[in-house]
């Protein structure tokens, strides 16, 4: 399943009609789908398995584990945000003019620090799995929310006029 959102189809338009367009197609539903069940698959590792994991590690391991799962926890939950944002568009709960305001929009993810080894403790492999598939997710709705909004941050391909509506459009919406 490609996660450009050209490929899919929802280039044309404004962002808030790209939005409204992406946010009720199956390939929205699907990523829907795929996000919270990693977030509860997360939930489960983390509550269950994943503390016996951290109680096997050393001083330095077990911090690493707390961070890592923290790390993990927020991009998962900044991830979940955004796509129930973009659910409740599909609901008709919110307008897509509302999320491109920005504040539904998702941050870079800025996590590149690589905690392991942490003084010889290996990092547990489901922990690692899970913070690895928790980037590739959250690096994939970063692409389809830059694309979906790209004309809301004032990026080439649209014409001065167009986008100075859309500014206006947006500011007394």
Same mark, same amino acid.
């Given at each position: ?52 994991? +951290? ?10 584990? +707390? ?10 939950? $900044?991830?979940?945000?955004? !796509?129930?944002?973009?659910? $409740? ?13 920005? $504040? ?26 899970? +913070? ?31 986008? $100075?509506?859309?500014? !206006?459009?947006? +500011?007394?919406?």
């Amino acid at each position: 399943m490609s996660d450009v959102v050209s490929d899919t189809g929802f280039q044309s338009g404004n962002p808030a009609e790209r939005v409204a367009e992406f946010a009720g197609s199956e390939h929205f539903s699907r990523l829907f789908r795929d996000g919270m069940d990693m977030v509860e698959e997360t939930a489960s590792y983390l509550d269950g398995p994943g503390r016996e994991d +951290a109680k096997s590690l050393g001083r330095g391991g077990a911090l690493a584990y +707390a961070a890592e799962s923290m790390k993990l926890t927020t991009r998962l939950m $900044q991830a979940a945000s955004w !796509l129930l944002a973009q659910r $409740q568009v599909a609901e008709g709960d919110l307008s897509a003019d509302q999320l491109v305001t920005g $504040q539904y929009r998702l941050p870079d993810d800025d996590d590149i620090e690589d905690l392991w080894p942490a003084d010889g403790d290996p990092v547990p492999g489901v922990l690692a799995d899970l +913070a690895a598939r928790s980037r590739q997710l959250y690096a994939r709705l970063k692409r389809i929310d830059d694309s979906l909004f790209e004309n809301s941050r004032g990026a080439t391909g649209s014409s001065p006029v167009e986008d $100075q509506m859309n500014r !206006l459009k947006n +500011a007394f919406s």
